[in-house]
């Protein structure tokens, strides 16, 4: 069965701290990995895909498939990266939707 | 450009009663998904829409249905209303069906008593 876990809920750092956003997933197939991010009061919005190997906003993506994750990650937080974060795996055999994770918390203290 | 926009923002309905939301994709975007997000999780695949067939469907009972018209809009319609249909349902874009990128509307918060 696709399943795509974040095992955190929640995350707490300092702003200027590295911040680490874990994500697991088990498919069959070669999923397309993709993160997205709702910031408050925004609508869910695309953060990156792991195609196009691009860092935006400050924040990379390493997939592994040997460890079948997808981490997000940023070496210095800011405030305005506060937000819920959902990794996504896409796999177009599974009838071209997105699976979310559950989300993390991301809260980026002053 | 215009986004996607959904209507209702908010919604309040009764256990067996019926509701439809309604959609409209960016413009030039001929594939619509459906979302539910219930409180403290990820959204949810209900189904999707191509050309106005469905095309592909997620582990969501028939009484969750769906129509997408000529110009692109949609509407997600729910029979025999149960309190866990409470949630927030979202609607997204996408430019193609094989385009894998999302845009999503603001949701639809659906209250069921």
């Known amino acids: 069965a696709q399943r795509v876990t974040q095992p955190e809920k929640l995350l707490s750092v300092f702003k200027g701290a590295p911040v680490e956003l874990k994500c697991n997933y088990s498919?069959?197939?070669?999923?397309?990995l993709f993160w997205y991010v709702q910031y408050s009061r925004q609508r869910l919005q695309l953060l990156l895909r792991?195609?196009s190997r691009e860092s935006i906003k400050g924040f990379t993506a390493d997939l592994n498939k040997g460890e079948t994750s997808f981490h997000l990650k940023k070496p210095f937080a800011q405030e305005e990266d506060s937000a819920m974060y959902y990794c996504?795996?896409?796999?177009?055999?599974?009838?071209?939707?997105?699976?979310f994770g559950g989300g993390t918390r991301v809260l980026v203290k002053p | 450009e215009t986004g996607v926009t959904q209507s209702p923002t908010h919604l309040i309905k009764t256990r067996g009663q019926q509701v439809t939301l309604r959609c409209s994709s960016q413009?030039?975007?001929?594939?619509v998904s459906w979302y539910q997000q219930a409180l403290g999780q990820g959204p949810q695949f209900i189904f999707q829409?191509?050309?106005?067939?469905?095309?592909g469907r997620g582990n969501f009972p028939p009484r969750f249905s769906g129509l997408q018209f000529p110009n692109y809009s949609s509407e997600l319609n729910v029979n025999a209303l149960e309190l866990d249909d409470s949630a927030l349902y979202l609607c997204?874009?996408?430019?193609?069906?094989?385009?894998?990128?999302?845009?999503f509307g603001p949701g639809t918060r659906l209250l069921v008593l």
């Open positions: 996504a795996p896409h796999l177009k055999a599974a009838g071209n939707k997105l699976t």
């Open positions: 498919y069959s197939g070669s999923p397309e």
């Open positions: 829409y191509y050309r106005e067939e469905e095309n």
């Open positions: 413009s030039g975007h001929n594939t």
């Open positions: 792991h195609i």
């Open positions: 997204a874009s996408s430019l193609k069906l094989q385009e894998e990128t999302q845009y």
